[in-house]
């Protein structure tokens, strides 16, 4: 099944804010929403995530059947998040066979190399038309 699975944790803005964008753009695409605590969750149920769940288990588990996993860079990091994010859940991200898009935030001591500067709200928006390329089977 094609599904895009979006991660986030803290407050889940990330997350809602790429919902939102794809709801926009790809309106009947299943969009699983996992969030590290339940009120990141809850944020992306309300941008309109076909479903959620919350935790390390469901995003081992979602992880597994995703076409494609888009989130914050910390995603792919242990430890990321201010600690949320277990090695075991950056391990299923990095482990996986979907296509992976990542939103570069840089703070925490995290800096991306030769990534513009932009907004958040300009990295989510290229995030979404790079999911809207990979779900149409374009490589960006």
Same mark, same amino acid.
């Given at each position: *099944?094609k599904? &895009?699975?979006? %991660? ?17 753009? /790809?309106?009947?695409?299943? %969009?699983?929403?996992?969030?590290t605590?339940?009120?990141?969750t $809850? ?5 309109g $995530?076909?479903? !959620?769940?919350?935790?390390?288990? #469901? ?5 597994r059947?995703?076409?494609? &996993?888009?989130?914050p860079?910390g %995603?792919?990091? $242990?430890?990321? *998040? *201010? ?5 075991? *859940?950056?391990?299923?991200? #990095? ?6 898009? /990542?939103?570069?935030?840089n703070?925490? !001591?995290?800096?991306?190399? !030769?990534?513009?500067? /932009?907004? @958040? ?8 038309? @790079? &999911?809207?390329q /990979?779900?149409?089977? #374009?490589?960006?």
């Amino acid at each position: *099944m094609k599904n &895009i699975l979006i %991660i986030d944790g803290q407050g889940g803005g990330v997350g809602r804010s790429l919902i939102e964008r794809l709801r926009a753009k /790809l309106p009947s695409a299943e %969009i699983h929403a996992v969030g590290t605590n339940a009120m990141a969750t $809850a944020a992306m149920l309300r941008a309109g $995530a076909s479903t !959620g769940a919350t935790g390390e288990n #469901a995003v081992i588990i979602a992880s597994r059947r995703a076409k494609i &996993i888009a989130g914050p860079l910390g %995603i792919a990091m $242990a430890n990321s *998040m *201010m600690g949320e994010f277990t090695p075991q *859940m950056a391990a299923a991200v #990095a482990e996986s066979d979907a296509d992976r898009v /990542l939103v570069p935030i840089n703070r925490c !001591g995290t800096y991306v190399a !030769g990534s513009t500067e /932009l907004s @958040l709200g300009q990295a989510v928006e290229q995030a979404a038309e @790079l &999911i809207v390329q /990979l779900w149409d089977g #374009a490589q960006p």
